[in-house]
């Protein structure tokens, strides 16, 4: 038994000198780590392009960029200095509130005024049209009315205020309103305008 120990311990000790043979051998107690470098010197690029004759030109990357910086830097500085300011105090009106009320109370006034305009011309053609020339009588006469109407255009009331001279025509312009009877536009005039103008109407008859 001491014979296989010894010869165990012997067996041992040659496998642990042989494995740090190895280990040294490839390179494990090697400590120091040596960097190298991939390139030895800086290296000059360079673009390569070909122009329209066919000839390859070699130009550094320098040349090519700072041609682009100068032309963009001078097209900011172009649309900085074209850029010029507008005054709003040009476009100021001058014209005074007071002148400017005044203004648009005139067209308020002539626009009303044309609305009277047109439904008058209104009544006296419906009149017109309803009317029936007595025989026998003269021409030139004039009678004015006047009438009562309210706001759905119905005639309430006709009156003579001013006769002709005859009789008969006096009357035949009266018949003509009765005729009528309902204005038939009237729902088109405001009820501000119809109060102030179209309530009571005096109509200077004058067919002819």
Request: net charge positive; proline share 2%; glycine share 2%.
């Amino acid at each position: 038994m001491r014979i296989n120990k010894t010869y165990f311990e012997a067996s041992f000790v040659s496998f642990l000198i042989h494995a740090l043979i190895l280990l040294y051998l490839l390179g494990f107690f090697y400590s120091e780590s040596k960097q190298t470098s991939i390139l030895t010197k800086p290296i000059n690029v360079s673009l390569i392009y070909k122009d329209q004759s066919g000839v390859k030109k070699n130009i550094p990357i320098k040349k090519i960029i700072e041609p682009q910086k100068i032309e963009l830097s001078e097209a900011i500085n172009k649309n900085e200095t074209s850029t010029e300011s507008i005054s709003f105090d040009l476009l100021l009106n001058t014209i005074g509130f007071d002148e400017l009320l005044k203004e648009d109370n005139l067209i308020s006034e002539r626009i009303e005024q044309n609305e009277i305009d047109l439904y008058s011309s209104l009544i006296v053609k419906n009149i017109q049209e309803a009317w029936r020339k007595p025989i026998n009588i003269q021409d030139g006469l004039i009678c004015n009315l006047r009438l009562t109407i309210n706001k759905n255009g119905r005639v309430l009331n006709v009156n003579l205020i001013k006769s002709s001279g005859n009789i008969r025509f006096d009357n035949s312009a009266i018949k003509a309103v009765q005729r009528v009877e309902t204005f038939s536009f009237f729902n088109q005039i405001s009820a501000s305008l119809f109060a102030s103008n179209f309530r009571t109407v005096i109509l200077k008859f004058n067919p002819s």
